[in-house]
């Protein structure tokens, strides 16, 4: 991904992620225990809390994010929030003055500070955590790229830790605080939909499923942790595609991460995708970056290749410039069935 100008780029990262949390379960103000030790919770899982003391963590937010007026009222020395809403020169002075040994903030927020270069003027850093949203996968190799430290992922959900990723970089989901049902959409492979019921913050006791999809890991993670361990999360369920299958025509999903390895091989010129199933037998894909007529070939033939190992009807593909491509609501997608299962 190239550089940006950085109000195209926080628009962009504002639709894609959003930049807030929700603040149904942590009301602005009146601290609770219960949310005090929500954030302990959270700590504990960017760093062993006997080790905190040691870091100098500073959380990149918006001012209205509720986690804000929990950590400032917390008033410790090697915590400090740094608010995304002020000037972008004003949050690199106090970035620089109080020279952080972790960053903590929101995956699109941590993109455009990749994006920036400015990080390298941050030689105490050891470690960047994305909170909130998964990270795309692209997003991700972008950010190591520019940044060069490990990146830590911990997934959120209406204020609920769904999960975090351990020193070797495996998802797993925080059943400390959750209890997990999976409703199965592909258990030869080990792809669910996770029914989610939180115990960890005002939400006590709430069940919900959430809208992605999870594939687990077959062989337990090297860090030997007993919290199920994912191989990654295949998307939003709105991602995944439908095809025929070969032969019985019985309707097969086509997982977000099929196409995203689709893309990954080409990430060095492809800045920017959109590829949107309008039907059971037609895809259009829009590109952005350096684009000739032999990438759409590479592209077009990648994916046939893919259809074809996952034993589906090729779909016709279609595409289209970046500039028409489909932007249906406030999230913009980079994956979307356009039609109801
Ligand atoms: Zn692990």
């Not at 986690?67 to 970035?95: G, K, P, Y």
């Not at 942790?225 to 939003?236: C, I, R, T, V």
């Not at 074809?308 to 009807?313: C, E, I, R």
């Amino acid at each position: 991904m190239q550089r940006k100008s950085l109000g195209v780029l926080y628009h962009y990262l504002q639709n894609k992620y959003g930049l807030k949390f929700s603040r149904e379960s942590l009301p602005q103000s009146n601290i609770s225990e219960k949310q005090r030790l929500w954030f302990r919770q959270l700590l504990a899982m960017i760093q062993p809390l006997k080790e905190i003391r040691r870091q100098r963590i500073a959380f990149m937010l918006n001012r209205d994010n509720p986690l804000f007026d929990i950590i400032t009222s917390m008033v410790e020395e090697n915590i400090q929030c740094i608010d995304l809403l002020q000037s972008h020169a004003n949050q690199w002075q106090q970035l620089n003055k109080y020279q952080p040994t972790v960053v903590v903030s929101s995956p699109s927020a941590l993109l455009m500070l990749a994006m920036t270069d400015e990080m390298k003027a941050l030689p105490m850093l050891n470690k960047i955590v994305a909170l909130g949203a998964l990270l795309d996968p692209l997003d991700q190799q972008c950010i190591e790229k520019h940044l060069s430290v490990p990146l830590q992922q911990i997934y959120m959900h209406q204020n609920c830790i769904i999960a975090s990723t351990c020193r070797y970089g495996t998802l797993h989901v925080n059943e400390t605080n959750l209890e997990l049902e999976k409703e199965w959409i592909d258990p030869v492979n080990k792809r669910f939909i996770p029914i989610i019921t939180d115990f960890s913050s005002e939400n006590s006791g709430k069940r919900y499923k959430l809208q992605n999809v999870f594939k687990a890991k077959t062989q337990a993670c090297a860090c030997k942790a007993p919290e199920l361990a994912l191989e990654k999360s295949e998307g939003h369920c709105e991602e995944i595609f439908y095809f025929p299958e070969k032969g019985s025509g019985k309707l097969k999903p086509f997982f977000p991460s099929f196409v995203r390895q689709a893309f990954m091989r080409y990430a060095h010129l492809i800045q920017d995708y959109q590829i949107i199933q309008l039907t059971l037998d037609r895809v259009q894909i829009a590109l952005k970056g350096e684009i000739d007529e032999r990438l759409f070939r590479q592209v077009k033939e990648r994916l046939e290749d893919l259809f074809l190992m996952q034993h589906v009807d090729s779909p016709a593909i279609d595409f289209i410039s970046f500039e028409e491509r489909k932007v249906t609501d406030d999230q913009v997608r980079r994956m979307r069935r356009q039609f109801i299962m």
